[in-house]
């Protein structure tokens, strides 16, 4: 490679990596410093381009926690419940209670056969509409059969 494409190389990359540490995504750095989508995919198959790029997130991360924390400590509510949110969820999680209550009737093919049959001996016993409305209820009445 010559040296100066490989000095453009190092130029771009360091920009690009200047770029994301400044929180500018991976597109829209590579277009800044005039890479096309597939010179970015290509840059990022360098397992040493992709460590630095991790360095340089992990970089703005810690920048972006340091802000936040001195804000916390300057008493900035919104910024307290953020990092406390964050760093200490198990006792600062936002919690929202959600109850959900179902009312569902399953009826096996089988169920639902005999309680048509009770319901056509019931009709044919001669039971008034008060015992047919018991039933339905799912009351419990008392029948004599009758003798033939």
């Given at each position: 490679?010559p040296?100066v494409?490989?000095?453009e190389?190092?130029?771009?990359?360091?920009?690009f990596?200047?770029?994301?540490r400044?929180?500018v995504?991976?597109?829209n750095?590579a277009?800044?410093?005039g890479w096309?989508?597939?010179?970015?995919?290509?840059?990022?198959q360098?397992?040493e381009?992709?460590e630095a790029v991790?360095?340089?997130e992990q970089?703005?991360?810690?920048?972006?926690?340091?802000?936040?924390?001195?804000?916390?400590v300057g008493?900035?509510?919104k910024a307290i419940?953020l990092w406390?949110?964050?760093r200490?969820?198990?006792l600062?999680?936002?919690?929202?209670a959600?109850?959900?209550q179902t009312?569902?009737?399953?009826?096996?093919?089988?169920?639902?056969a005999?309680?048509?049959?009770?319901?056509?001996e019931?009709?044919?016993?001669?039971l008034?509409?008060?015992?047919i409305?018991?039933?339905?209820?799912?009351?419990?009445i008392?029948t004599?059969a009758a003798?033939?």
């Amino acid at each position: 490679m010559p040296v100066v494409d490989e000095f453009e190389l190092i130029a771009s990359r360091f920009e690009f990596l200047n770029l994301v540490r400044d929180g500018v995504t991976h597109l829209n750095a590579a277009l800044a410093v005039g890479w096309t989508p597939h010179r970015l995919k290509k840059e990022m198959q360098d397992d040493e381009f992709i460590e630095a790029v991790e360095t340089a997130e992990q970089s703005r991360d810690e920048t972006i926690e340091t802000v936040l924390y001195r804000r916390a400590v300057g008493g900035n509510l919104k910024a307290i419940e953020l990092w406390l949110y964050n760093r200490r969820p198990d006792l600062w999680k936002d919690r929202t209670a959600l109850k959900v209550q179902t009312n569902v009737t399953l009826i096996a093919p089988h169920v639902a056969a005999a309680t048509r049959d009770i319901a056509r001996e019931v009709l044919m016993s001669g039971l008034g509409p008060e015992a047919i409305a018991a039933l339905q209820r799912g009351d419990v009445i008392e029948t004599h059969a009758a003798e033939g």
